[in-house]
């Protein structure tokens, strides 16, 4: 599918600024087959088999991709900046007086992570950048390309770690304290890789966020739409749960004398599933891991330590399904006689992005002849912790059979073209608005 065409020439203040490059702003048109390049090279850190990547935060592999995509950033002549915490944030022309109008994602993975999730923001920033500076078209405000640190949080709990550090919600001694499920120290292992930065948290508030990312879920493929203009993020409550039973021989042990935490676990297991359905509504809810000790064949299990990750994009409805995980635990408890433990490791509200700025994705969408349609964001991002100190958008394309946190994690060129040519045009809408 080529571009859509150019929409009609620009008028009022900014049709002079337009101008100044090679070509007016509202002609500009990302490369595709750069972006599409930079995806493929990225990609290649922390290659894993079915054309996945590995690159959990802070791992050797995300120290060779944050090395990686830095060296892109200062090819571009971009001023970089690492912050405390290992955010990076580039930044390229306008006033230096004005706050910049940025962009950004993430560039860990989880295990079985995709090319796109969270890289495609940040490489789009880099596109919209570089498709500027070969025009010669300057801002009024500077624009910023940040990736955030462990934003997936599979390593580090929470999610969304590096931009909650960078907007306020968290301090930076509380990050640097916090234990990994490899149990590794964040502040060591940001030493370790090179990357605690001398610039403080929270980071300098920009003028405005704006992040574009594949929707990693199936809404708009079957809508055969191209552009989410997202209105918000939904509620993430995570917690690790720690049962404590009583290792025991698996043959000489009668069954009354259980006290077999992998029994109780899972019997936790259903429940959150039974939670879900009786929520209903947008619940949701996973338990995604599950260790065992000591995991032999022949002992009945002393430990199980399972993590419980539950959304809502309705807050109340989301404090029903915390207080139900309550008492699931408090039923097995009694029902196993075990001891559970309760851990939050996230928990963050749902998140409503400035109705104005969702306007301007679907504007933008809408004036480039691309279909569009509203919608909420099932996945946490960058863009819900930014949201608290500044107005912040998102900006969906398709995912192929809604599939993420998956090596086969796709999404089409042409839908990352368009991604990246909304995500143009609104920042060049908000970098160029009068002071
Ligand atoms: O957890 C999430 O939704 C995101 O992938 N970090
Ligand atoms: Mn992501
Ligand atoms: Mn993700």
């Not at 879900?276 to 002992?299: A, C, I, M, R, W």
Request: charged letters at 20%; a negative charge.
């Amino acid at each position: 599918m080529s571009p859509p065409p150019a929409p009609a020439p620009e008028s009022g203040p900014d049709s002079a600024r337009a101008t100044s490059g090679a070509v007016a702003t509202h002609a500009l048109r990302i490369d595709a087959a750069r972006l599409a390049e930079r995806l493929r090279e990225l990609a290649l850190v922390g290659a894993i088999d079915g054309g996945g990547v590995c690159r959990l935060a802070l791992t050797d592999a995300d120290r060779d991709a944050r090395d990686l995509v830095i060296g892109w950033m200062r090819d571009l002549d971009m001023e970089v900046r690492i912050d405390a915490v290992g955010n990076v944030v580039a930044t390229r022309g306008g006033d230096p007086a004005l706050a910049p109008v940025m962009c950004g994602s993430h560039i860990d993975t989880v295990r079985t992570g995709g090319k796109y999730d969270g890289n495609f923001g940040v490489l789009a920033g880099l596109e919209v950048v570089e498709t500027l500076a070969a025009t010669r078209t300057d801002t009024v405000r500077p624009l910023a390309v940040a990736f955030f640190t462990d934003e997936e949080g599979a390593r580090f709990h929470p999610d969304m770690l590096g931009s909650l550090v960078y907007a306020g919600g968290m301090s930076t001694e509380t990050a640097l304290e916090l234990r990994g499920i490899d149990g590794t120290r964040l502040g060591d292992e940001l030493d370790r890789i090179g990357y605690a930065g001398s610039h403080p948290c929270p980071g300098p508030v920009p003028y405005a966020f704006v992040e574009v990312h594949i929707e990693q879920g199936p809404v708009l493929e079957a809508a055969g739409i191209t552009i989410g203009a997202v209105t918000g993020v939904q509620g993430i409550h995570w917690e690790e749960i720690t049962v404590e039973g009583r290792s025991a021989h698996a043959g000489t042990t009668p069954m009354s004398m259980r006290l077999d935490a992998v029994h109780a676990a899972a019997a936790l297991t259903m429940r959150v599933r039974e939670i879900v359905e009786t929520v209903g509504g947008s619940q949701v809810g996973t338990v995604g891991s599950f260790d065992v000790h000591p995991n032999l064949v022949n002992v009945v299990a002393a430990r199980a330590v399972i993590t419980v990750d539950l959304r809502n994009t309705d807050a109340n409805e989301l404090e029903r399904a915390i207080a139900e995980l309550g008492r699931a635990c408090t039923d097995i408890e009694r029902s196993d006689s075990v001891v559970i433990t309760r851990r939050v490791t996230a928990d963050f509200d749902p998140v409503d992005f400035d109705p104005a700025m969702v306007d301007r994705v679907e504007g933008v969408a809408t004036t480039l002849g691309l279909s569009v349609q509203r919608m909420p964001s099932g996945a946490g991002h960058d863009a819900q912790m930014l949201a608290r100190v500044c107005p912040a958008a998102m900006i969906f394309v398709p995912s192929v059979a809604g599939l993420s946190h998956n090596v086969a994690e796709h999404t089409e060129l042409d839908d990352l073209e368009a991604g990246a040519n909304v995500l143009l045009h609104t920042m060049l809408d908000l970098a160029n608005e009068a002071p």
